[in-house]
């Protein structure tokens, strides 16, 4: 259902609050250079420090400024199974075309337990629902298996694999046979993905370089191989710096070096150390990018 490039959305904050006109600023600068659709309030999003009211207003926000030109999933997991539910809800009502549930962290369920959750989310709602796997962050991994028994419930359409292993991908594959849209959580190794039979990739660097993805994705989907691999070459050291610190930490610096934000971020996490700023500022002259 979801295919292409999708924007994990930062989210843009001054003195403490989040910044409308500079997050309006940014959807604009997304539709603009050809994305497919657009994530907010995701792990990019900083959702974790996001009250539930910012969580909203934020949804709210992107859904008015897209106005029906992309799809909008809009990030609403959580560790709470009743809070998923809650905030599910609210972005289905909202006008959400999907939601992005992130594997309940710090709890540590059993694949069971992910199951349920994630069943008991399905059952609530009728919107399409995208699962996520990231387990460096959540402190558990969704396995192949359980994606595969996920993947039976009409409402569960596809899953953001952020683990970067492709023979992973490629057994999440088989296992669900088609039932389910494989996504890359993983902006350097979205050119492999795609070879295996990904469907897509939700960006952290295409907030700073949509064209770019953009571009792989379409030079990959009309089979020129060489094009695809020199983008995909192209973008290695950006992907790369963009991690160089916790995300969203670098590619909110790089945003903020272009003039789409401000640098604001929020505890715990602290702005860009300055001995990653400078590698970062002359990767994105490298590739285009104007900065400041």
Known sequence: MFKGVFTALI???KDGQVDDAALRHLIEFQIQNGISGLV???TTGESATLSHAEHRHVIEVCLQQV???VPVIAGTGSNSTAETIELTRFAQQAGANGALLITPYYNKPTQE????HYQAVAEAVDIPLVLYNV???TGVDMLPDTVARLAQHPRIVGL???TANMERASIILEKTNGQITLLSGDDATFLPFLAIGGAGVISVSTNIAPDQMVTLWRQFCKGDLTASRHTHTRLLEINRLLFCETNPIPVKAAAAMMGLCGPEIRLPLTPLAEVHRE???QAMVR????VS
């Open 11 to 13: 989210t843009p904050f």
């Open 40 to 42: 907010p309030c995701g």
């Open 67 to 69: 106005n029906g030109r």
């Open 113 to 116: 337990g992910l199951v349920r």
């Open 135 to 137: 387990p460096s962050r």
């Open 160 to 162: 953001k694999e952020a």
């Open 279 to 281: 590698p970062l500022r």
């Open 287 to 290: 590739i285009g990018l104007a």
